[in-house]
């Protein structure tokens, strides 16, 4: 899997260069999205404080300043644990801050900042060592186990053009337990013709990007899985496992998954008693757009998440708490989603190609947006203001290796929507 893809969406270089490295102090002004989305505002509502966000990436380092307090790392699973508080390139470390950081010493300010992290460490193909690949849980044995924890959302800022019947199984697992699932579109490019896992699965909402005037990042794969869109350009992450210093201007839709995530978290901890798809209806029904909702588009989905919408109206009707608001995307042809998904038998694993490192492979996408709509999807809607974030594609550092998370996959799991 890629990072954005299977280890964090990985954090990849879209046409940049990077800094040499900000000191911690001052990186915070470089998260654009806060003011538009009015985060100081939200945070009087909602400040995540109750929810739990299970993060399945490169590891979480629990001691940045940012994350002291901030990470639970006694409720990770012994069976998953391992290297779930060694982050070697930085970006789960980024992923969580952007989540749920405090915004201590000047670092990454989380858009949820009271919720909590648990940190899950999966094998992510090519970008794992072969220790990793030896030790560490598979994203299938991950999600399985934030499924059986009291983890509300599960942020995957990872990807592989991949399907796993193990990973798959392991979604449906989750879902059927309650989870929001949100990942990373991948970075690929909207022409590419690639989708990616788990962004693909049913019951998983698919993130990609969106720039500070509100335009749909050229780089984020389109598709019939892109669900959302999220603040994902020129923005900060770790250089490299050291935590000592933050590169530039960086792009991905891992950035995206991670701001949705929290936004999700925001939504949850002010209506406790919402089911998962109360929460994703909210996601869904105040997203800002310029088209109509029951005609989401390939590259901008329902549109540019406003959480602020949700927390600003006491009055807001969820729907009803066990109507799956995707249920046309999460069944063949729209029909009766079952209430209770049976789990996978134990012995079921995810195929070889779940976790290895994509290879770009072409294979058959979801349906493709006209050019005409695709001109609509192009700007998010104008009162768009609460900008959010999808999975992390951004690069680790001048000497670390790329890191691509969420990639392009020619086995297509869900129906989805045509466009």
Not at 171 to 186: F, M, P, Q, T, W
Not at 292 to 318: C, Q
Not at 323 to 343: A, C, Y
Not at 361 to 370: E, I, T, Y
Request: charge should be negative; charged fraction near 20%.
């Amino acid at each position: 899997m890629r990072v954005g893809g299977a280890a964090a969406s990985a954090l990849i270089a879209v046409g940049v260069s990077f800094a040499p490295g900000a000191t911690a102090a001052d990186v915070q002004p470089e998260q654009w999205y806060l003011g538009p989305m009015q985060a100081e505002k939200m945070w009087k509502t909602s400040t995540g404080e109750g929810v739990k966000v299970a993060v399945i990436d490169t590891g979480v380092n629990p001691d940045t300043p940012s994350l002291r307090g901030q990470v639970l790392v006694d409720e990770v699973p012994k069976q998953v644990a391992y290297g779930a508080t060694d982050d070697d390139v930085g970006h789960g470390t980024t992923m969580a801050e952007l989540i749920a950081g405090t915004g201590a010493d000047g670092r990454l300010q989380g858009l949820a900042p009271d919720a909590k992290i648990v940190p899950y460490r999966a094998v992510l193909g090519g970008s794992s060592s072969a220790k990793d690949k030896k030790l560490a849980p598979t994203s299938a044995e991950a999600i399985r186990a934030a499924a059986d924890s009291d983890a509300r959302i599960i942020s995957m800022s990872i990807g592989n053009e991949f399907y796993g019947a193990g990973e798959a199984a392991a979604v449906r697992y989750a879902a059927s337990k309650g989870k929001i699932l949100i990942a990373s579109v991948g970075n690929s490019g909207q022409d590419s013709g690639y989708i990616e896992y788990p962004a693909a699965y049913e019951y998983v909402i698919g993130v990609s990007s969106i720039d500070k005037n509100s335009r749909i990042s050229d780089f984020g794969q389109s598709g019939g899985q892109v669900d959302l869109v999220a603040p994902g350009e020129n923005l900060p992450a770790y250089c490299n496992g050291n935590f000592e210093k933050y590169c530039h201007n960086l792009n991905g839709t891992s950035f995206s998954t991670a701001i949705a995530s929290a936004a999700a978290a925001l939504i949850w901890s002010a209506h406790p008693d919402w089911t998962a798809n109360q929460v994703t209806r909210a996601l869904i029904d105040t997203a800002g757009r310029k088209w109509p909702k029951d005609e989401p588009t390939s590259t901008a989905g329902y549109g540019t998440i406003r959480p602020r919408s949700v927390l600003a109206d006491p009055n807001y009707d969820a729907g009803e708490p066990y109507s799956d608001p995707l249920r046309k995307e999460n069944t063949q042809e729209g029909e009766k989603l079952v209430t209770e998904i049976p789990p996978a038998p134990a012995s079921a694993k995810p195929s070889s190609g779940a976790t290895a490192p994509s290879e770009g492979v072409a294979g058959s996408s979801k349906d493709k947006q006209a050019a005409a709509g695709s001109d609509d999807a192009k700007t998010a809607a104008a009162d768009a203001s609460s900008g959010s974030g999808s999975t992390l594609w951004i690069a680790l550092g001048a000497a670390a290796a790329v890191v691509v998370i969420g990639g392009g996959a020619f086995a297509v799991l869900r129906a989805r929507r045509a466009n």
